[in-house]
């Protein structure tokens, strides 16, 4: 198991603003994020896939890091997502990051092609990591099979665990199946796992799991920050019925164009609906559902 340091807490994985003509906001981009960090969040896993990262190019994505550190947002609470179908991107965009003196990583597997082996993905990640080749890289898994249909097996990350021991430190989990957390947290003591939901964090936390890496970050970060630091305590349950109804109403909805939806309304900026091609923004009849929705549950930003 690594012998680096422990890390965890409340990740968001940041929404991506976009202007009328579907360029990147990066204006927009760093004052959402730092208002999140200003809100409780522990750190950012920015071009995620509520950051819509793979309707970016990679250099859209570089330029945003860069106008991200350059704007003053610490390097060390960022958690870039850096994993691409090819080696080459991969390579390119986890080289970028720790040039920033950003050393966290969240990597997909390569999600193109299905059906491939183990073998085939560890030989990816493997190769990612050595082309890299630096010391300073803490590279966290992204597995979420709903999304790209490739999963990532126990056995895999074992494999890569004991191969990069000082490398591979955590793991979000997507998978949206707390058997496959609760597994991971149990078979791999130590290592960093994320449930990819706040719906898993409390059960997560209770044996080992590090906190979450959680969309609706964006928009109740409060309230999830608020559980992970008083879970130990009476209140723990009571915290999390509440925070788990709010992620249930909004997941009942596009999840990407709702989130972008309330921010919008709640920060009275409309560019902040707009989400890029082949996603489309919340209508506003699902919209106004919506906020009647979280307005029952006496929901404010």
Known sequence: MNTKPAYGGVLVPAITPVTSDLAPDRD?????????????????????????????????????????????????????????????????????????????????????????????????????????GDDRLNLYLYHIPPM???????????????????????????????????ALIERFPGFQVFPGSEVFMLDALRIGGVGCITATGNVNIKGISA??????????????????????TIQAYPMVPALKFILSRFHRKESLATVRPPLVPLADDKGSALLADLEKLNFKL
């Open 28 to 132: 927009a981009f760093v004052d959402h994020c730092k208002w999140l960090l200003s809100e409780g969040a522990t750190g950012l896993a920015i071009f995620g896939t509520t950051s819509e990262a793979n309707s970016f190019s990679g250099e859209e994505r570089r330029a945003l890091l860069d106008h991200l550190v350059d704007s003053g947002v610490p390097a060390d609470v960022l958690m870039p997502g850096t994993g691409a179908c090819s080696i080459t991107e991969s390579v390119e965009l986890t080289r970028h990051a720790l040039s920033r003196g950003v050393t966290r990583t969240l990597m997909l597997p390569p999600f193109y092609y299905k059906g491939v082996s183990d073998d085939g993905l560890f030989r990816f990640y493997s190769e990612v990591i050595q082309r890299v």
């Open 227 to 248: 559980l992970y630091r008083a879970w130990e305590t009476d209140q723990a349950d009571a915290m999390n019925e509440t925070m788990v109804t709010v992620r249930k």
């Open 148 to 182: 790209s249909q490739v999963p990532l097996s126990l056995d895999l990350v074992e494999r890569l665990i004991n191969a990069f021991p000082k490398t591979v430190v955590g793991l979000k989990d997507s998978s949206g199946d707390w058997s496959n957390t609760k």
